[in-house]
């Protein structure tokens, strides 16, 4: 059992968690929406939103950190809250992640028509339908389709491709932003940051956007069988990860608003490319923004996809999803089956529309928050369950910590919920949250044919293996 739970193969080093972590969070969300968070909030009341949401995140963050230090295998999540709840929970808690990764995956290729359509514009050939008002067609479509399956053949062939890919993409990523931020301090005009501050519920529109930002840090845990670093070091790039993409979301937001004035960032169809066109007085740069931005979209893509089909695999290889999806592949040591779902989801997402997009945000955002829950409560429990364990990096007031994000995360729940100011939409992002459960059922239904009744023993050697099982399911 030990030699099938350390098959991944260890080829991840420090830069490259790094760029794995803050190019997931980074993607295409700020290319888009930095416009839209100044007009609602104002330039102080987004950058306040954000600064909260950043700290929010390293509270959240350093349960992640002490986890993954202690159990640091594929999963997360799923390991975790299995450690302290059991199976039914674990389940639960795995297929939440999934489907808050997996939702980001499946509008990039929505997102990455969307960019190209901004540099040449996308002739509408072969009218499909009309999903919410927004015509669907096949060649724009094709474009999300073509990149979702370049992106599924780079995975398949292993993970130290991807990671190259990782690495290449969001040093562009970088460049292009310092060339956004340089452009605001050099040719902008502080006069054009307004309005300084709207109101509370302004801040609040923002906060809620906050979560789905820094979505991505917590792929690490999902890679941490991967990764070639010293336990605690993994842990330390957590919060170093969240920091880079809080001070990336900070410099945007001072660029855009320095950049251009108001009218100007509200009026465009991409706002951040409007805001460098009209600050460097040339088109050519509005185009030079949305290539960094694709490289966003593609950094995102690519580590949400490593992500989701970590956790998948580690739900495979526990017995809790069918066989198919617990394989590796013989020669590149990449979870196969994992690949092939998550990779066809996102082939076939285009074909919803541009609509799609804020749908899969917000349904994510939803899962992102339950998986925190959970984990806040495991790092909890399992501080008091066995408080020997060995933890290479041990947060200082861990109990003040985990209740917080405890705290933190059931108030973000009750803004989602129909009594929030966040609701989710019926019917469309209720489906997405229902139809994933429901393929959840069927999937369990089908492990169940599958495998039998699993001992306790057995899923707990095919979770952790020998090394991080407990004593009384050890086979010494």
């Excluded at 350093?62 to 709840?85: C, D, H, I, K, Q």
């Excluded at 670093?229 to 790039?237: E, F, S």
Aim: charged share 10%.
């Amino acid at each position: 059992m030990a030699e099938e739970t350390n098959s991944l193969k260890r080829v991840l080093g420090r830069t490259d968690v790094l760029t794995l972590a803050f190019g997931t969070m980074v993607g295409w969300g700020w290319v888009m929406l930095s416009g839209v968070w100044v007009s609602e909030a104002g330039v102080a009341g987004a950058l306040l939103a954000f600064a909260f949401g950043a700290v929010l995140c390293i509270f959240v963050g350093l349960t992640y950190a002490e986890l993954t230090s202690a159990l640091p295998l594929a999963g997360g999540e799923m390991v975790y809250t299995y450690r302290v709840l059991g199976s039914g929970y674990a389940w639960l808690v795995g297929w939440t992640i999934s489907f808050a990764y997996i939702g980001v995956a499946a509008w990039e290729g929505i997102a990455l028509a969307t960019a190209i359509d901004y540099i040449f514009p996308i002739p509408k050939i072969g009218y499909l339908w009309s999903i919410g008002d927004y015509s669907v067609y096949a060649s724009w479509s094709a474009i999300g389709m073509i990149g979702a399956f370049v992106l599924l053949l780079l995975n398949y062939f292993g993970t130290r491709p991807a990671a190259i890919f990782q690495v290449m993409t969001t040093s562009a990523l970088f460049m292009v932003g310092l060339l956004f931020v340089f452009g605001g301090v050099s040719f902008g005009n502080t006069q054009y940051m307004e309005p300084v501050f709207t109101n509370f519920n302004g801040v609040i529109a923002v906060l809620l956007m906050v979560p789905s930002m820094f979505v991505g840090f917590d792929v690490i845990p999902q890679s941490a069988e991967e990764m070639n670093l010293p336990l605690r070091q993994i842990a330390k790039v957590f919060i170093v990860s969240i920091l880079m993409a809080a001070a990336w979301y900070f410099l945007i937001l001072i660029g855009i608003s320095i950049s251009a004035p108001p009218e100007v960032r509200n009026a465009g169809i991409v706002p951040a490319a409007d805001a460098m066109a009209y600050c460097y007085g040339s088109p050519v740069f509005g185009k030079i923004m949305i290539l960094g931005g694709i490289c966003g979209i593609m950094t995102s893509w690519n580590g949400f996809i490593v992500g989701s089909t970590r956790v998948i695999y580690a739900m495979g290889r526990a017995k809790m999803l069918p066989p198919f999806f617990g394989k590796l592949h013989p020669r590149y040591k990449t979870p196969v089956g994992a690949i092939v779902l998550v990779g066809g989801i996102c082939t076939i997402t285009p074909l919803l529309g541009k609509n799609a997009l804020v749908w899969f945000v917000n349904a994510s955002a939803f899962g992102s928050v339950i998986s925190y829950l959970m984990v806040a409560i495991s790092f909890l429990l399992l501080r008091k369950q066995e408080p020997d364990l060995n933890r290479p990096f041990r947060i200082k007031y861990g109990n003040f910590v985990g209740i917080l994000v405890v705290g933190i995360s059931i108030l973000f729940l009750f803004l989602y919920t129909p009594m929030g100011p966040g609701a989710l939409k019926w019917p469309e992002e209720w489906l997405l949250v229902l139809g994933w459960a429901l393929i959840g059922v069927i999937l369990a239904l089908w492990t169940r044919a599958a495998y039998g009744k699993v001992t306790a023993k057995d899923r707990e050697l095919l979770v952790f293996g020998e090394e991080y099982s407990r004593k009384e399911y050890s086979n010494e």
